[in-house]
């Protein structure tokens, strides 16, 4: 609006020049300068009328009467709507038809677009209103858009419904597979982080991230299983070398038994010396040429051993990081903490640990203290930045056997193993206070980031979820009573 009434402040029209804009706007100010809203309406119908020669700023800038027949605010806003509402020439009238225009050209229409039927209604929408002149026109125009609502109301019902059932097949399509690829690393990998995705309510910003680490995982986990293929191919193509060359020195052995056994019945039969000779140098050559083949056979097993252990060892690299690669589906994408699967089997874990020993176990629930509104300042980025800080300063105080869970959202779980109730309070109120002296930069300005955490010591077989409530329960009470606080549950 201060853009606008600069420019047309500079600019000379026909009928109403700089200097009378600026006495109509002098006027305008010292009439409604004590009524802001007023005021911004006044000053908008001002410029609307110099831009419409300007014979519309002398009524809008008359002085209110003063004294005892002056009107409450209320009943001026009231009296001012009735007569701008039924004046087809107003010019707040015609910024809010403008604005409906503009609201059904720019905002509805691109939002329906596949959703053809709807499209054509607002389609209708747009030229009812465009046409719209009179007040009968503008009555038929609300029923109008009464019955368009109603009908946006329905689809919406049926897109919601529509996007649970989808949801609800992709879920058991993956539990589905899920069962079916129990020993595949692989496969495990890429359908724990779908079911994680599909576990939580679903926001542009996770599918893109999502979509980003399974991207990643894929590529990674291809060229591991396209590694571990070469692998084991290169060890068959070995075993089956070594099978060839032991059936070759077979052979081998077989034709020197038979050239020995010629040897003897040659020896046995003759009696010239001159022949004898002949047949031990026949019989060393033999022997030397069996000698050599030994050797090369024995050299071509040394080297094949070594080959197979080297292909075995890259095989277990290869499946060792193949499986490193697939327990990523096990983290929080955005805080590298774990995720609510690799919570739940570090609970399974950690219970079953605290059976055997007999060791007590405590599980803390904090939750970030005015989360929304540090987004809304600072935006969902630098709130997303603040959640990644909170889980560096946390795990940097826990101790390396503590276990670290996002949630959801600003809360996150601890699993504090032999420890019990009161331990786990001191050791969550040092988190505090350590976060407390690493402020959150953003912008190169420190932001205070604090946590309200509810802290329960696990009951006999009591389950995780048991646990957690507790916990819930008692951070509730930290956030009643002031919040920044960590309390033990009942």
């Given at each position: 609006?201060?853009?606008?009434?600069?420019?047309?402040?500079?600019?000379?029209?026909?009928?109403?020049?700089i200097?009378?804009?600026?006495?109509?706007?002098?006027?305008?100010?010292?009439?409604?300068?004590?009524?802001?809203?007023?005021?911004?309406?006044?000053?908008?119908?001002?410029?609307?009328?110099?831009?419409?020669?300007?014979?519309?700023?002398?009524?809008?800038?008359?002085?209110?009467?003063?004294?005892?027949?002056?009107?409450?605010?209320?009943?001026?806003?009231?009296?001012?709507?009735?007569?701008?509402?039924?004046?087809?020439?107003?010019?707040?009238?015609?910024?809010?038809?403008?604005?409906?225009?503009?609201t059904?050209?720019?905002?509805l229409?691109?939002?329906?677009?596949?959703?053809?039927?709807?499209?054509?209604?607002?389609?209708?929408?747009?030229?009812?209103?465009?046409?719209?002149?009179?007040?009968?026109?503008?009555?038929?125009?609300?029923?109008?858009?009464?019955?368009?609502?109603?009908?946006?109301?329905?689809?919406?019902?049926?897109?919601?419904?529509?996007?649970?059932?989808?949801?609800?097949?992709?879920?058991?399509?993956?539990?589905?597979?899920?069962?079916?690829?129990?020993?595949?690393?692989?496969?495990?990998?890429?359908?724990?982080?779908i079911?994680?995705?599909?576990?939580?309510?679903?926001?542009?910003?996770?599918?893109?991230?999502?979509e980003?680490?399974?991207?990643?995982?894929?590529?990674?986990?291809?060229?591991?299983?396209?590694?571990?293929?070469?692998?084991?191919?290169?060890?068959?193509?070995?075993?089956?070398?070594?099978?060839?060359?032991?059936?070759?020195?077979?052979?081998?052995?077989?034709e020197?038994?038979?050239?020995?056994?010629?040897y003897q019945?040659?020896?046995?039969?003759?009696?010239?010396?001159?022949?004898?000779?002949?047949?031990?140098?026949?019989?060393?050559?033999?022997?030397?040429?069996?000698?050599?083949?030994?050797?090369?056979?024995?050299?071509?097993?040394?080297?094949?051993?070594?080959?197979?252990?080297?292909a075995?060892?890259?095989i277990?690299q290869?499946?060792?990081?193949?499986?490193q690669?697939?327990?990523?589906?096990?983290?929080?994408?955005?805080?590298?903490?774990?995720?609510?699967?690799?919570?739940?089997?570090?609970?399974?874990?950690?219970?079953?640990r605290?059976?055997?020993?007999?060791?007590?176990?405590?599980?803390?629930?904090?939750?970030?203290?005015?989360?929304?509104?540090?987004?809304?300042?600072?935006?969902?980025?630098?709130?997303?930045?603040?959640?990644?800080?909170?889980?560096?300063?946390?795990k940097?105080?826990?101790?390396?056997?503590?276990?670290?869970?996002?949630?959801?959202?600003?809360?996150?779980v601890?699993?504090?193993?032999?420890?019990?109730q009161?331990?786990?309070?001191?050791?969550?109120?040092?988190?505090?206070r350590?976060?407390?002296?690493?402020?959150?930069?953003?912008d190169?300005?420190?932001?205070?980031?604090?946590?309200?955490?509810?802290?329960?010591?696990?009951?006999?077989?009591?389950?995780?979820?048991?646990?957690?409530?507790?916990?819930?329960?008692?951070?509730?009470?930290?956030?009643?009573?002031?919040?920044?606080?960590?309390?033990?549950a009942?």
């Amino acid at each position: 609006m201060l853009r606008e009434l600069i420019h047309e402040l500079d600019v000379s029209r026909p009928g109403v020049g700089i200097s009378k804009k600026k006495e109509g706007l002098e006027r305008v100010l010292v009439n409604f300068g004590t009524d802001v809203d007023v005021l911004e309406a006044k000053i908008q119908a001002l410029v609307v009328s110099w831009k419409h020669s300007g014979k519309a700023a002398e009524p809008l800038a008359e002085r209110e009467p003063t004294g005892a027949n002056v009107q409450p605010v209320a009943d001026r806003k009231r009296t001012a709507g009735t007569v701008l509402s039924s004046s087809a020439t107003s010019p707040l009238a015609a910024l809010w038809r403008d604005l409906l225009i503009k609201t059904l050209e720019l905002g509805l229409l691109s939002q329906l677009r596949y959703l053809p039927e709807l499209g054509r209604n607002a389609e209708a929408l747009l030229a009812q209103a465009k046409a719209a002149a009179t007040e009968q026109e503008v009555a038929m125009l609300g029923e109008s858009f009464k019955a368009f609502w109603f009908k946006l109301e329905m689809n919406s019902d049926a897109q919601f419904r529509l996007h649970e059932e989808l949801l609800q097949v992709m879920r058991l399509l993956v539990e589905n597979i899920g069962e079916l690829v129990v020993d595949d690393g692989w496969l495990q990998g890429q359908t724990t982080m779908i079911r994680d995705i599909i576990a939580r309510p679903l926001d542009i910003e996770v599918l893109y991230d999502a979509e980003s680490s399974l991207k990643e995982l894929i590529f990674k986990q291809g060229r591991l299983k396209h590694g571990l293929i070469e692998a084991r191919e290169t060890l068959k193509q070995m075993a089956t070398s070594f099978v060839e060359r032991l059936a070759e020195m077979t052979e081998n052995t077989g034709e020197f038994h038979n050239k020995i056994e010629s040897y003897q019945r040659r020896l046995s039969s003759t009696e010239d010396i001159v022949e004898l000779n002949v047949i031990l140098d026949n019989l060393m050559q033999d022997t030397k040429a069996m000698q050599l083949d030994a050797l090369r056979a024995h050299e071509h097993l040394r080297q094949s051993q070594g080959e197979v252990k080297d292909a075995e060892q890259r095989i277990r690299q290869l499946t060792d990081e193949l499986h490193q690669i697939s327990e990523v589906a096990h983290k929080d994408f955005l805080t590298g903490t774990l995720n609510r699967r690799g919570m739940d089997e570090a609970f399974q874990r950690e219970f079953s640990r605290a059976e055997r020993t007999g060791e007590p176990i405590s599980v803390a629930l904090l939750d970030v203290d005015h989360f929304k509104k540090l987004n809304d300042t600072l935006g969902h980025e630098a709130g997303d930045v603040a959640l990644v800080h909170l889980a560096k300063v946390v795990k940097n105080v826990l101790r390396p056997t503590d276990v670290l869970a996002r949630y959801g959202g600003e809360e996150f779980v601890i699993i504090l193993p032999e420890t019990d109730q009161a331990e786990g309070t001191v050791i969550m109120t040092r988190v505090q206070r350590e976060l407390t002296k690493n402020f959150f930069l953003h912008d190169n300005q420190k932001v205070l980031i604090t946590f309200s955490a509810g802290v329960a010591q696990r009951q006999q077989q009591e389950s995780a979820e048991e646990v957690i409530k507790r916990a819930d329960a008692a951070l509730y009470l930290a956030k009643q009573a002031g919040r920044n606080r960590v309390i033990g549950a009942e």
